[in-house]
């Protein structure tokens, strides 16, 4: 049973482009969360999906990010016209059921730099 | 969001002494609390997780206790080991965070 997914693992940008974040669930987890971790510092929450709809945002920026799980396919997080304090690491996370009860797994992140 | 806070941000102890750490929260609806670790250029990983129905929960070295009426909950790593130095993190309210807590272990 493959872990959660992401890719790619590195990513660099130039300011001013767009960056994709992919991120596969574990086998049978419908629910995925995305973080942001800046270079010594925690885990900072961004967005909670379940398939098909965002549950909670309210730790997105509200211009220039979004993310969506789609029914088929991995989670996607987005980032249009990066700049520079957007390099970060980002992990995603699933778990099997509601957060607030149940183990997340993490993937291994996306380093995004942005130039 | 929920504010969760952790403590100490940085932990230095010899080998073979205990750490604790310890995290508060304020949202009293939290039902789980878990740890996690994470090594350097790594994912984190859960190390142990209680529920709000206990108090404590043990596994050989590591344990976690839960005081609810108090809305705090610790982190115990017995006989520690140069292995154990990472970033601990607990977590509350779904999928709030503390800031971490960066622990040495010295040999």
């Known amino acids: 049973n493959a872990g959660v997914m992401q890719n790619p693992r590195h990513l660099v940008r130039r300011r001013g482009q767009e960056a994709r974040l992919r991120c596969s669930p574990m086998?049978?987890?419908?629910?995925v969360y995305w973080y942001r971790q800046l270079p010594e510092e925690g885990l900072k929450f961004m967005v909670y999906?379940?398939?098909?709809?965002?549950?909670?945002e309210s730790g997105m920026p509200k211009e220039r990010f979004s993310a969506e799980f789609p029914k088929e396919g991995p989670s996607i997080l987005r980032i249009q016209q990066v700049v520079r304090g957007d390099s970060a690491a980002y992990f995603c996370?699933?778990?099997?059921?509601?957060?607030?009860?149940?183990?997340?797994?993490f993937g291994p992140g996306t380093r995004l730099t942005v130039l | 969001g929920e504010n969760v806070e952790q403590h100490p941000s940085t932990l230095s102890v010899q080998e073979g002494d205990s750490a604790v750490i310890k995290c508060t929260y304020s949202?009293?609806?939290?039902?789980?609390f878990p740890w996690y670790k994470q090594e350097l250029g790594k994912r984190p990983q859960l190390i142990i997780d209680i529920r709000s129905n206990v108090g404590e929960k043990k596994d050989q070295r590591i344990a976690v206790t839960l005081n609810k009426t108090a809305k705090h909950f610790s982190l115990h790593i017995t006989e520690t080991q140069p292995e154990d130095s990472a970033v601990y993190f607990c977590a509350a309210a779904k999928y709030y965070f503390g800031a971490g807590t960066r622990l040495f272990v010295k040999a």
């Open positions: 949202d009293s609806a939290s039902n789980y």
């Open positions: 086998k049978g987890h419908s629910h």
């Open positions: 996370a699933s778990s099997l059921g509601l957060a607030d009860l149940n183990e997340q797994f």
């Open positions: 999906l379940q398939k098909e709809n965002i549950i909670d």
